[in-house]
């Protein structure tokens, strides 16, 4: 992969804000207008800015950002994606000494994003807690996806929430969210990153995912330089969900990039195991119809290539 090209270089203009954060929105418009309207009270003393990437032309985000000091708004064209709305966002970036990539279904606590800089220092990326509506922890920490935590989810589904940690990929025991700590990766809704670490990992895997695991690959690779994902319990997040949509393609667009990720990173022959206990999973739970659906896209090239994204 290229490297990342910031727009401006630091040699070029010498002021450098704290925090850039990139927001992608594809028909997110109401969810913009809450997300953009806590980012202050989350930057504490932090200089800042927001770049809002519109995938969606159809879409008018310009009277939002301009209610919005400090928000600049960059028209992709097209709907590139999550990873690809991203590297749009990052092609604009001006300099920086850490960029927070934000889902646009979120609302941001006071001071959360100054505490994650904190955590980070110049060398960590730092992800947040990330509660529902009504206040309630959400389960964001992961494992790296494995066979075994594969076969645990797909036999055992929400059951046994205290199973053994191999056992699954999700991470619920509470005692993990009480305290900071250092994960594989989390749910990509809310992830700070040093610029200079952004630069040395590259652009997000936009030619892969299209949306889903694109975050799992991202916390993959900024692990192989050397940094930790740390996890800050006192930064909060409010999480709606489902920001990029609900559907049964949508569902099955999951499925199959967690095939996608589990091939890039492993041997096709236990690439084979791992997508067929993610067949399994969905077998189990073919009374579903968003199940039959992967089933479909797992087992079918022509139900894969109608899939959001295409043939990726």
Known sequence: MDAVRLRY???????MIDCLLI??????????????????????????????????????LRHIVAAHPGTDLVESGANLGYAGGINRGLAD???????????????????????????????????????????LLQYSLRREPSVL???GDALLGGRWPGRPPALGEVITRSPAYASPGIVDWATGAALLVPSALVRRVGPWDADRFFLYSEETDYCRRLRRTGAAIRFIPDALVSHRGGGSGRSEALHALQEVNRV?????????????????????????????????VALRALLGTHARRALPGGTR
């Not at 067929?276 to 999973?281: H, R, Y």
Request: aromatic share 8%.
């Open 9 to 15: 270089a630091p040699n070029e203009d010498p002021i």
């Open 23 to 60: 927001v992608v929105s594809y028909k997110s418009a109401n969810d913009i207008t809450s997300l953009l309207s806590t980012v202050p009270a989350a930057m504490g003393d932090l200089s800042w800015c927001t770049l809002v990437v519109n995938n969606d032309p159809a879409e008018d």
């Open 93 to 135: 970036a001006p300099p920086s000494r850490w960029v927070v990539f934000l889902n646009p279904d979120l609302r941001l606590g006071p001071g959360a994003i100054a505490l994650m800089a904190a955590a980070s220092g110049g060398r960590d990326a730092v992800v947040p807690t990330l509660v529902d509506d009504a206040g």
């Open 149 to 151: 935590g594969a076969l």
């Open 260 to 292: 996608r990720y589990f091939h890039k990173w492993h041997g096709p022959y236990i690439t084979t195991v791992f997508a067929g206990v993610v067949t399994l999973n969905n077998l189990l739970r073919c009374h579903r119809s968003r199940s039959r």
